[in-house]
């Protein structure tokens, strides 16, 4: 833990940085992937709408399970004298529990005899069976409100995200994630083939507002270090961007957890103890969406921002006049290489490991700033191999020219992107 | 005390009496539990759709709400406590009622309210249960169980100018029936047939065959049928049947009817308003029929007035219970009609409105029935309360093995946030009625991440603070008014769904958006009155302020060389380059 909290202080610093943005492409890659089979399960599949939307009864019962409860429930079901039953799903909910569900039933009429024909299979009053029984044309109008929340709750998202924002930029690329979090949430239950259930549309709701929490916690930080970025000389948007990402990285790993954690506590007393029902559905929905949510902002959400600003002409003004000043220094620094070598090579013994849980490889880094096309200059053969001896000549080298500039902050990414 | 020492621990006695008041306050409702709701503790809900009968359009909201008062009387009819009937939406009526299993319910709820109009064979006086002054005092027995006189209206315009009251109509009437009645059922007493034969088949023929409205005049109960009425009690429930006979007694169950097929059926009464006829000083309540109930009513009213007392009479019954029972002097043409009596305003208008109900044109499906056996109830409850169990845990071990002594704050936050929204919970319970349901309980379990969230936020930014060169007590203030937007944007979001939430979502769902703007809420109050409040106290100490190794704020913890008090950051300064070149 106190090996994550000293991550974090290096990641706030930017002394130790994952290049989330110039990474892009890979995980845009996977999260394609994640859509596309999200997309391809809901077309192939479809969704498992529960009986509150379609209609139908739901009847609940304690009982000893045993292998033949089910069948020996259809025969009680086929001798209850209710028609048309034989559609009837039994199944059973952990080793204590029957349920059967059913097309819907007449409330006055049917009802009580399935009601009295599973009682007296399983040896139970029927005022003991518990059940649900929702109205065909009922579940339709269920559908419609849902569908209505679902396009109000869209629609004021992305309102707030105007309002908070005031940038279509950043708007669109929250409003992006959102979308993201939304199709990956409803891919799972396409793919896993878990019911739908009113109590599913809630967790889903919640999790748009959980996704654009985390968002919006990234973009604030990304606007505080883009403040000033125009009359910048050190960063181009994305390296602000990307720092903002890497200074809340650890406040997201932590409300995310946090925010997690009950939501399983949720899920195993739904799934676990009770098998059935809102808790499951709930928290089912949120957790897909949580984690979805925290990841979309990061991965997804935040380089596609730099991406569109980069696009405009003064981002790209500014890229140009820090490439360029970047090539000077660089050219600089070269002389100064042999001089400093030495000397910084020996605290790398000292912290082994540290980095590395979040920074793969440094070979990495270097061909993904080259492509975003900030560092192109410094790249090297030479660099791009893992020798201890070449990557110390280079650090030796960057921290030379790092002195010169005194934000603590802003020097390590410049060391990394010159 | 001090100046900046004075500002935190105000802000913390504050809260304290907030507490305190809280506490009080459950402790003079006397409450300690939460309501909980039907699928906690067993019990049915009902939801049921209305239609509006003559085709296309919307239901109009005051036919809604007399349908609403409609059922419940029919709940309480039942006898059940606690049962709930509310409308939501525009069109929907949702019952609730605790521990009953009955099917009976679902039937009595959702069929629809039928009022028809039948003339009266029989009347007989009876003991009320539990109030025998009602019957002594005609005045007393109220509006529905006077016999009113119907009366024509010869003029087209509703406030007829005709005085068309008998001046001491409940005095004579109830006189007369009483004594008139009673020895006509006698003659048969106890046959033995009577317990085998439910009460309401033994006045239907013995080939079964029903008798159409226009014959209805000339129906005659048979013998078993008149005994039967004599061991009839208002405590009986009698299925209604439309062309046979029935037993029925007033509301106040002070006269019992034995009542001929139906006359004229309720939805061929256009409308019925209560109002002063001009010249007059008394209440009365104007009928209307339409066209088809017009001619019937005309000849019923012919033939009725005919007859001598109780059979001049004829009852309006709504649902099997008779709401209003007046004689007739003379034949009414033209379909109005004006029912007079000792009316107030208030009871002249609650029988038109029911009269108004009877011609509603409504009809109710059942669109829902959720019925929890209180087990299965119980087994619900105890699963949240596990989750609940199991969330905090997960959170608080986190947040002590994350932030180490800073748990302490975490625990005691969540700690003061549980208890004001465990009081406001019982409160709005016995306040408001809400209950709490299960996706109450998940709305505020995944509540404590969200209240835990705002924690990290501002422990974050405090340790943000300290990397940057500031000491610990200088930290709490920069980080918190840095956390505070942020916080109050988290919490906005959170509010903003949970209210969208609200609005939008259908049945028990609703519970679940209900806490968690309860919860976002008291997140705002705590994070503000306490959280804060406590860091600034707790910066102070010697633990957390001098960074000891388990507060979770010390040196190594946060990365930093030393905490910085009075150094400059040179050390931060120092590290970065030295750190980065370890990256393989």
């Given at each position: 833990?106190?090996?994550?909290?000293?991550?974090?202080?290096?990641?706030?610093?930017?002394?130790?940085?994952?290049d989330?943005i110039?990474?892009r492409?890979r995980?845009?890659?996977?999260?394609?992937?994640?859509i596309?089979?999200?997309?391809?399960?809901?077309a192939?599949?479809?969704?498992?709408?529960?009986i509150?939307?379609k209609?139908g009864a739901d009847?609940?019962?304690?009982?000893?399970?045993?292998?033949?409860t089910v069948?020996?429930m259809k025969d009680?079901?086929?001798n209850?004298?209710?028609?048309n039953?034989d559609?009837?799903?039994?199944?059973?909910?952990?080793?204590?529990?029957?349920?059967?569900q059913?097309?819907?039933l007449d409330?006055?009429?049917?009802?009580?005899?399935v009601r009295?024909?599973?009682?007296?299979?399983?040896?139970?009053?029927?005022?003991q069976?518990a059940y649900n029984l929702?109205?065909?044309?009922?579940g339709g109008?269920?559908?419609e409100?849902a569908?209505?929340?679902?396009?109000?709750f869209l629609?004021?998202?992305a309102?707030v995200?105007?309002?908070?924002?005031?940038d279509a930029k950043?708007?669109a690329?929250?409003?992006?994630?959102?979308?993201?979090?939304?199709i990956?949430?409803?891919?799972?239950?396409a793919?896993?083939?878990?019911?739908v259930?009113?109590?599913?549309l809630i967790g889903?709701?919640?999790?748009?507002?959980?996704s654009?929490y985390?968002t919006?916690?990234v973009?604030d930080k990304?606007?505080?270090n883009?403040r000033d970025i125009?009359?910048?000389?050190?960063?181009?948007y994305?390296?602000a961007a990307n720092?903002?990402?890497?200074?809340?990285?650890?406040?997201s790993i932590?409300?995310?957890?946090?925010g997690?954690l009950?939501?399983?506590?949720?899920?195993f007393a739904?799934?676990?103890?009770l098998g059935?029902g809102?808790l499951?559905?709930l928290a089912?929905?949120l957790f897909?969406?949580m984690?979805s949510?925290?990841y979309?902002?990061?991965?997804?959400?935040t380089p596609l921002l730099?991406?569109?600003k980069e696009?405009e002409p003064?981002?790209k003004?500014?890229?140009?006049?820090?490439r360029?000043?970047?090539?000077?220094?660089?050219?600089?620094?070269?002389?100064a290489?042999t001089?400093?070598s030495?000397?910084t090579?020996?605290?790398?013994?000292?912290?082994p490991?540290v980095?590395?849980e979040?920074?793969p490889s440094?070979?990495?880094?270097e061909?993904a700033?080259?492509?975003?096309?900030?560092?192109?200059?410094r790249?090297t053969?030479?660099?791009?191999t893992?020798?201890?001896d070449?990557?110390?000549?280079?650090?030796?080298?960057h921290?030379?020219?790092?002195?010169?500039?005194?934000q603590?902050q802003?020097?390590?990414r410049?060391q990394?992107?010159? | 005390m001090a100046t900046?020492?004075?500002h935190p621990g105000?802000i913390?006695?504050a809260?304290?009496?907030?507490?305190?008041g809280?506490?009080t306050?459950?402790?003079?409702?006397?409450?300690?539990?939460?309501?909980?709701g039907?699928?906690l503790?067993?019990?049915?809900?009902?939801?049921l759709?209305?239609?509006?009968?003559?085709?296309?359009?919307?239901?109009d909201p005051?036919?809604?709400q007399?349908?609403k008062?409609?059922i419940q009387?029919r709940?309480?009819?039942?006898?059940?406590g606690?049962s709930e009937?509310?409308?939501?939406?525009?069109?929907?009526?949702?019952v609730t009622v605790?521990?009953v299993?009955?099917?009976e319910l679902?039937?009595?709820?959702?069929q629809t309210?039928v009022?028809?109009f039948?003339?009266v064979?029989?009347?007989?006086q009876i003991?009320p249960?539990?109030?025998p002054?009602?019957?002594a005092?005609?005045?007393?027995s109220?509006q529905s169980s006077q016999e009113?006189?119907?009366?024509p209206?010869?003029e087209?315009?509703?406030g007829t100018?005709e005085?068309?009251?008998p001046?001491?109509?409940s005095a004579?009437?109830s006189g007369n029936?009483?004594?008139?009645?009673?020895?006509?059922?006698k003659p048969?007493?106890a046959?033995?047939?009577a317990p085998?034969?439910p009460l309401?088949?033994?006045c239907?023929?013995?080939?079964?065959?029903?008798?159409?409205?226009?014959?209805?005049?000339?129906?005659?109960p048979s013998?078993g049928?008149?005994?039967a009425f004599?061991e009839?009690?208002?405590e009986?429930?009698?299925t209604?049947v439309p062309?046979?006979?029935l037993?029925?007694?007033n509301?106040?169950k002070?006269?019992?009817y034995l009542?001929?097929p139906?006359?004229i059926?309720?939805?061929q009464l256009?409308?019925a308003?209560a109002g002063?006829?001009q010249n007059?000083?008394?209440?009365?309540?104007?009928?209307?029929?339409?066209s088809q109930?017009?001619?019937?009513f005309e000849?019923?009213?012919?033939e009725l007035?005919?007859?001598?007392?109780?059979?001049?009479?004829?009852a309006?019954?709504l649902?099997g219970?008779?709401?209003s029972?007046?004689?007739?002097?003379?034949p009414?043409p033209?379909?109005?009609?004006?029912?007079?009596g000792?009316?107030?305003?208030?009871?002249?208008t609650e029988?038109a409105?029911v009269?108004?109900?009877?011609a509603?044109?409504l009809?109710?499906?059942?669109?829902e029935v959720?019925n929890v056996?209180?087990?299965?109830?119980?087994e619900q409850l105890r699963?949240?309360?596990i989750?609940?169990?199991?969330g905090l845990?997960?959170?608080?071990g986190?947040?002590?093995?994350?932030y180490r002594?800073?748990?302490?704050?975490?625990?005691?936050?969540l700690?003061i946030g549980?208890v004001?929204?465990y009081a406001?919970?019982?409160l709005?319970g016995?306040?408001?009625?809400?209950?709490l349901?299960?996706?109450?309980?998940a709305?505020?379990?995944v509540?404590?991440?969200?209240?835990?969230?705002?924690?990290?936020?501002?422990f974050e930014?405090i340790r943000d603070?300290?990397?940057?060169?500031?000491?610990l007590?200088?930290a709490v203030?920069t980080?918190w008014?840095r956390a505070?937007?942020t916080?109050?944007?988290?919490?906005t979001?959170s509010m903003l769904s949970a209210?969208?939430?609200?609005?939008?979502?259908?049945g028990a769902?609703?519970?679940f958006?209900?806490?968690?703007?309860l919860?976002?809420?008291i997140?705002?109050?705590?994070?503000f009155?306490?959280t804060?409040?406590l860091?600034?106290l707790?910066?102070?100490t010697?633990?957390f302020?001098?960074?000891h190794?388990?507060s979770?704020?010390?040196p190594?913890h946060?990365?930093?060389q030393?905490?910085?008090?009075?150094r400059?950051?040179r050390?931060?300064?120092?590290?970065p380059?030295?750190?980065s070149?370890?990256?393989?």
């Amino acid at each position: 833990m106190s090996k994550l909290s000293a991550i974090g202080h290096r990641l706030y610093t930017g002394e130790v940085s994952y290049d989330f943005i110039g990474h892009r492409r890979r995980w845009y890659l996977v999260s394609a992937i994640l859509i596309a089979v999200s997309l391809l399960s809901l077309a192939v599949r479809g969704l498992d709408f529960g009986i509150e939307f379609k209609g139908g009864a739901d009847f609940k019962a304690a009982t000893m399970v045993t292998a033949q409860t089910v069948d020996s429930m259809k025969d009680a079901l086929r001798n209850s004298g209710v028609p048309n039953l034989d559609d009837a799903t039994v199944n059973t909910i952990g080793n204590n529990q029957v349920r059967v569900q059913t097309r819907t039933l007449d409330p006055t009429e049917e009802v009580p005899k399935v009601r009295t024909a599973i009682a007296s299979e399983v040896g139970i009053p029927p005022d003991q069976v518990a059940y649900n029984l929702i109205g065909a044309s009922w579940g339709g109008q269920i559908t419609e409100r849902a569908l209505i929340a679902l396009g109000v709750f869209l629609a004021l998202v992305a309102l707030v995200i105007g309002i908070y924002f005031r940038d279509a930029k950043m708007s669109a690329a929250a409003l992006i994630a959102l979308a993201h979090d939304l199709i990956l949430t409803v891919g799972i239950y396409a793919l896993v083939g878990f019911t739908v259930t009113p109590a599913t549309l809630i967790g889903v709701l919640t999790i748009l507002g959980y996704s654009l929490y985390d968002t919006v916690v990234v973009f604030d930080k990304v606007r505080e270090n883009v403040r000033d970025i125009r009359s910048s000389t050190t960063r181009t948007y994305s390296e602000a961007a990307n720092l903002a990402v890497n200074q809340v990285l650890v406040r997201s790993i932590n409300t995310t957890i946090i925010g997690v954690l009950p939501v399983v506590a949720l899920l195993f007393a739904g799934a676990v103890i009770l098998g059935e029902g809102p808790l499951k559905d709930l928290a089912l929905a949120l957790f897909v969406g949580m984690v979805s949510g925290a990841y979309s902002s990061i991965f997804i959400a935040t380089p596609l921002l730099a991406q569109m600003k980069e696009r405009e002409p003064d981002m790209k003004k500014l890229a140009a006049r820090i490439r360029a000043r970047r090539a000077k220094e660089a050219q600089k620094e070269r002389v100064a290489v042999t001089t400093a070598s030495s000397p910084t090579s020996a605290p790398e013994v000292t912290r082994p490991g540290v980095a590395e849980e979040l920074e793969p490889s440094n070979a990495e880094l270097e061909q993904a700033s080259s492509a975003t096309g900030n560092g192109a200059k410094r790249v090297t053969p030479v660099e791009v191999t893992v020798k201890p001896d070449a990557r110390s000549h280079r650090e030796g080298a960057h921290r030379d020219g790092a002195a010169k500039r005194p934000q603590p902050q802003n020097k390590p990414r410049s060391q990394r992107k010159k | 005390m001090a100046t900046t020492t004075g500002h935190p621990g105000r802000i913390l006695i504050a809260l304290a009496v907030l507490v305190a008041g809280l506490i009080t306050l459950l402790a003079v409702s006397g409450t300690w539990t939460p309501k909980l709701g039907l699928d906690l503790r067993g019990g049915t809900t009902i939801t049921l759709t209305a239609k509006n009968t003559t085709g296309s359009g919307t239901v109009d909201p005051n036919s809604l709400q007399l349908a609403k008062s409609i059922i419940q009387s029919r709940v309480d009819s039942l006898g059940v406590g606690e049962s709930e009937v509310t409308t939501s939406g525009d069109n929907q009526i949702t019952v609730t009622v605790p521990n009953v299993q009955q099917d009976e319910l679902v039937r009595l709820v959702g069929q629809t309210a039928v009022l028809r109009f039948r003339a009266v064979y029989t009347a007989e006086q009876i003991q009320p249960p539990a109030q025998p002054s009602a019957s002594a005092e005609p005045s007393a027995s109220g509006q529905s169980s006077q016999e009113a006189t119907a009366a024509p209206s010869s003029e087209p315009t509703a406030g007829t100018s005709e005085e068309a009251k008998p001046p001491e109509p409940s005095a004579t009437n109830s006189g007369n029936s009483k004594p008139n009645n009673k020895p006509n059922n006698k003659p048969m007493p106890a046959l033995p047939t009577a317990p085998p034969v439910p009460l309401d088949k033994a006045c239907v023929p013995a080939d079964g065959k029903g008798t159409p409205p226009d014959q209805a005049l000339d129906w005659q109960p048979s013998e078993g049928c008149q005994s039967a009425f004599a061991e009839f009690t208002c405590e009986t429930k009698v299925t209604e049947v439309p062309d046979q006979g029935l037993f029925a007694c007033n509301q106040e169950k002070t006269e019992k009817y034995l009542l001929g097929p139906t006359l004229i059926e309720g939805d061929q009464l256009a409308s019925a308003v209560a109002g002063i006829p001009q010249n007059n000083v008394n209440w009365v309540v104007n009928l209307e029929f339409n066209s088809q109930g017009a001619a019937a009513f005309e000849t019923a009213t012919r033939e009725l007035s005919q007859k001598s007392d109780p059979q001049n009479r004829f009852a309006i019954v709504l649902d099997g219970v008779s709401i209003s029972a007046p004689s007739v002097n003379e034949p009414i043409p033209g379909g109005r009609a004006e029912i007079s009596g000792n009316f107030t305003q208030k009871s002249a208008t609650e029988l038109a409105n029911v009269l108004k109900y009877g011609a509603l044109p409504l009809a109710f499906d059942v669109s829902e029935v959720n019925n929890v056996s209180a087990t299965l109830g119980g087994e619900q409850l105890r699963a949240g309360i596990i989750a609940g169990i199991i969330g905090l845990a997960l959170v608080v071990g986190y947040c002590f093995l994350y932030y180490r002594g800073l748990g302490i704050v975490v625990v005691a936050s969540l700690g003061i946030g549980g208890v004001i929204t465990y009081a406001c919970m019982v409160l709005l319970g016995s306040s408001v009625g809400f209950a709490l349901n299960l996706p109450g309980i998940a709305g505020a379990i995944v509540a404590i991440g969200i209240t835990a969230d705002s924690f990290v936020i501002f422990f974050e930014r405090i340790r943000d603070e300290v990397r940057e060169g500031r000491s610990l007590r200088t930290a709490v203030e920069t980080g918190w008014r840095r956390a505070r937007q942020t916080i109050l944007i988290a919490d906005t979001v959170s509010m903003l769904s949970a209210l969208v939430l609200f609005v939008l979502a259908i049945g028990a769902v609703k519970g679940f958006a209900f806490t968690l703007g309860l919860t976002t809420l008291i997140d705002v109050l705590v994070v503000f009155l306490f959280t804060k409040p406590l860091m600034t106290l707790l910066a102070r100490t010697k633990f957390f302020g001098g960074g000891h190794k388990l507060s979770g704020l010390d040196p190594g913890h946060l990365g930093v060389q030393a905490l910085p008090g009075t150094r400059s950051r040179r050390p931060t300064v120092g590290r970065p380059a030295a750190v980065s070149e370890e990256g393989a």
